[in-house]
Every structure is written in structure tokens, then in C-alpha cells.
């Protein structure tokens, strides 16, 4: 099992930053990959970025790419998601995934989507004021 639990999340003002946190149980962690993904009102889940487990490799949405960075620190069993220059659109509840079953594994087109996963967390929220 796998838990994960995000933070960091609030209101920010356009223009602003916020740098949200995913802790994660379990003692193999380091050969995740994770993800985080968000859910806009009345919008689909989506895509936000990816990273392998040793941080060596990245993919980001189109719509987020030059101003988030998604890193981790496996000693910490933490990944996070560094926001910069937040908008207004990116408003949304931000969610932490885990892929257990692929250890050592990588693929930026496999790991844009959700059914990639099969670990997520609760949910933080962010809200971008213009």
C-alpha cells in the first residue's frame, strides 16, 4: 500500500508561486515514477507534469511547461511541483500519483495518463486570484 498526502496548496495572487509538496509511504518509493495532475471547475481531470525515479527525466503539460518544475528528494520519499508565474486557469484541485507496478520504468507518453497510476492522493487546493 501507498499512501500519499499532498500540501502546500492556498490562494495566490496572478503572477505569484506556490510550491506544493506529495509525502509518500513506502520503502520503494525511489523506483516510482509520480506524477501530478489537476482538476480545474467543471473540467476533466488532467495532465500537469511526470518525473522517473531518479528525477533524471521530466514531461510537462503544454500549458505549464517554463513555469512549473516537478523534482523529488527520495530520501524524503517526497516529489514536488515548484509553481511560478501562476495564472488564473491554473486554479484547480492539484493531485499526487504514484505508479507502484512499474518499477524502473519510464515513458513521458505512458505517464500522461491517469490510468497509468494506481496510487493518488487526496487533493490540494490552489487558487490563483487575477
Known amino acids: 500500500q501507498v499512501q500519499l498526502v499532498e500540501s502546500g496548496g492556498g490562494l495566490v495572487q496572478a503572477g505569484g508561486s506556490l510550491r506544493l509538496s506529495c509525502a509518500a509511504s513506502g520503502r520503494t518509493f525511489s523506483s516510482y515514477t509520480m506524477g501530478w495532475f489537476r482538476r480545474a471547475p467543471g473540467k476533466e481531470r488532467e495532465f500537469v507534469a511526470a518525473?522517473?525515479?531518479?528525477?533524471?527525466?521530466?514531461n510537462y503539460a503544454d500549458s505549464v511547461k517554463g513555469r512549473f518544475t516537478i523534482s523529488r528528494d527520495n530520501a524524503k520519499n517526497t516529489v514536488y511541483l515548484q509553481m511560478n508565474s501562476l495564472k488564473a486557469e491554473d486554479t484547480a484541485v492539484y493531485y499526487c500519483a504514484a505508479d507502484s507496478r512499474s518499477a524502473w520504468y519510464y515513458s513521458s507518453n505512458y505517464y500522461i495518463h491517469q490510468g497509468s497510476y494506481d496510487y493518488w492522493g487526496q487533493g490540494t487546493q490552489v487558487t490563483v486570484s487575477s
Open positions: 518525473i522517473n525515479w531518479s528525477g533524471g527525466s521530466t
